[in-house]
């Protein structure tokens, strides 16, 4: 049985450290402006032998209804209605503020077991804010330090306390069985939305989920964490990660900004599939191009989304080719790649995506027989025989598939230094229309083939 804590208090007093402490790494962005953290995150915690799900939450903070401020208290209010329990986060070295003391109030009402986290205790200095805290009522404070890992073991002991009774080991599921072919294909997609700012990235996941789950605001910037949720799309299990906008790097200033687009990067490299969305009223900029160029260059699966198309006058069978023969020419690396025509405000063209990025997937995972492979590579090198280089000629012997994720295969010859890039290229693309293969990274690799007479050459006498 699942056990659900959610971490809560006023900006800056250090819940997001606490969080990756405890789910093992830094999932979490952290930094010394208050406010970091906006949307709710999720991540699987250990303390000990204890196990349970954690959620970090936005600092408990006042604003106006509607306004970014009051739904970002929303998102916390709606972690604590899912939590079993509570850890209600000061900091020691302030001591108590109002604000503590009018969200103390706030978690007492949730009717949920709280433990009181005294948060940056290391040194002298915490003690006198941890004492203030027993004036809270919430019971005593665990006196802890995130940043260096002091305190866990009273954490613990505490923790413990609230826990439901472990699983025995024979009764759980071996998580390293190795997976069937029937496994793999129902196992959930991971699934990265990226693209520049204000693409709709948030509100797309949203009309999934059929819920605000994810923050959204016209302004530019809003996400800045890289958020997973959980989706069944028709009986499929997805994992989307929603991502911070990707600006030039020449225009990225600030260090939580830094920090957003290197936490949206690793969601892109962990991911299998990478939707990016762009924006129907500045398509194909480029930014829109380096982005795609570097999904390519990581090897996962592409789907093109072009958002708010609800907003173009001129729609229809013209349009959509108008959008086909762009992504071909501006994208030649990734030809074919499926580019589909949406409005995440308005559900337009959803099935078509989620149908699109299942349909990468299974590209992206496709194998081919060596047999096949050859039969059409002898015809390839026929039809277009290698450019002959300082007067020999080059000698390709064979090709064969060495993994997929994406499809990578390994072509022996005789000078691998010498192959050009320009034949790599009608060999890739050769192979993309012979074995269905459209937008996902193709790697080929060459190999010199071991000369069988080398041991016989003459020695210099």
């Known amino acids: 049985m699942s056990f659900t804590i959610a971490i809560i208090g006023r900006p800056n007093v250090g819940k997001s450290t606490l969080f990756n402490r405890l789910v093992g790494q830094k999932l979490a962005l952290v930094d010394d402006l208050p406010?970091?953290?906006r949307d709710r995150r999720?991540?699987?915690a250990r303390l000990g032998d204890l196990e349970f799900t954690i959620i970090d939450t936005a600092g408990l903070d006042e604003g106006a209804?509607?306004?970014?401020t009051a739904r970002m208290q929303e998102q916390t209010e709606t972690a604590i209605a899912q939590a079993d329990a509570l850890f209600f986060v000061i900091d020691a070295r302030v001591g108590l503020t109002p604000s503590d003391r009018a969200f103390a109030d706030f978690a007492r009402k949730a009717?949920?077991?709280?433990?009181l986290v005294a948060n940056k205790s290391e040194g002298k200095h915490g003690d006198a804010g941890a004492m203030e805290a027993f004036a809270l009522g919430l019971g005593d404070p665990i006196q802890v330090s995130a940043e260096h890992g002091e305190g866990m073991g009273e954490l613990y002991d505490e923790l413990a306390k609230l826990m439901p009774e472990p699983v025995h080991e024979d009764e759980t599921e071996d998580d390293d069985a190795p997976l069937t072919e029937e496994e793999a294909a129902t196992?959930?997609?991971?699934?990265?939305?990226v693209g520049r700012p204000n693409?709709?990235?948030?509100?797309l996941i949203n009309h999934l989920l059929g819920e605000e789950r994810l923050l959204t605001s016209p302004e530019a910037g809003t996400t800045r964490d890289s958020i997973a949720v959980e989706i069944n799309w028709k009986g499929r299990d997805f994992r989307v990660f929603d991502t911070a906008g990707l600006r030039r790097r020449s225009r990225i200033e600030e260090k939580l900004e830094k920090l957003s687009v290197a936490d949206a990067l690793r969601a892109v490299r962990f991911a299998e599939v990478v939707v990016l969305m762009m924006d129907t009223q500045n398509r194909f900029e480029e930014q829109d191009l380096r982005i795609a160029d570097l999904i390519e260059r990581e090897g996962r699966a592409l789907v093109l989304a072009v958002n708010k198309w609800d907003l173009m006058e001129t729609k229809g069978g013209g349009a959509i080719s108008g959008l086909r023969r762009d992504a071909d020419h501006?994208?030649?690396q990734v030809k074919g790649v499926p580019i589909v025509a949406v409005s995440g405000l308005m559900g337009e063209g959803i099935d078509r995506l989620m149908q699109a990025i299942q349909d990468a997937y299974a590209v992206w995972n496709r194998r081919v027989s060596t047999s096949a492979l050859?039969?059409?590579?002898?015809?390839?090198?026929?039809a277009n025989p290698p450019p002959a280089v300082s007067g020999r000629r080059l000698k390709l012997n064979y090709i064969t598939q060495n993994k997929a994720r994406p499809p990578s295969f390994v072509l022996f010859c005789s000078r691998a230094d010498a192959v050009p890039q320009s034949y790599l290229r009608y060999l890739t693309n050769s192979m993309r229309e012979s074995f269905d293969l459209p937008g996902t990274p193709v790697r080929i690799t060459l190999r010199e083939k071991a000369n069988p007479f080398a041991h016989k050459r003459k020695r210099p006498s």
């Open 111 to 115: 009717n949920k077991p709280v433990l």
């Open 330 to 332: 501006l994208l030649p």
């Open 187 to 193: 196992r959930p997609i991971r699934v990265a939305i």
């Open 374 to 382: 050859n039969r059409w590579f002898e015809h390839a090198v026929q």
């Open 199 to 203: 693409a709709g990235k948030s509100t």
């Open 42 to 44: 999720e991540g699987e």
């Open 65 to 68: 209804k509607g306004s970014l």
């Open 35 to 37: 406010g970091v953290t």
